[in-house]
């Protein structure tokens, strides 16, 4: 009797871990696409620390209209 390769099992798991990888690709384009176009990506902003860049929108948005 010939032994068992393990190359199902390799092909297998390779499988899986591409699919893990495509969904927190598109896991993690989902969540930039909900931040970025809601208040929500203000305030993770604001949250972390980083200021300024609710007013530098405004003013650029604001430029644009004129």
Do not use: C
């Not at 099992?9 to 495509?22: Q, V």
């Not at 969904?23 to 300024?52: D, I, P, R």
């Amino acid at each position: 009797m010939a032994p068992r390769t393990l190359e199902p099992l390799a092909k297998r798991l390779f499988k899986g871990l591409i699919a893990l990888e495509l969904l927190g690709v598109f896991g993690a384009y989902g969540l930039f696409h909900k931040m970025n176009t809601s208040q929500v990506y203000y305030q993770s902003n604001e949250w972390a620390g980083v200021y300024g860049i609710r007013e530098q929108d405004h003013q650029t948005w604001s430029s644009k209209s004129d």
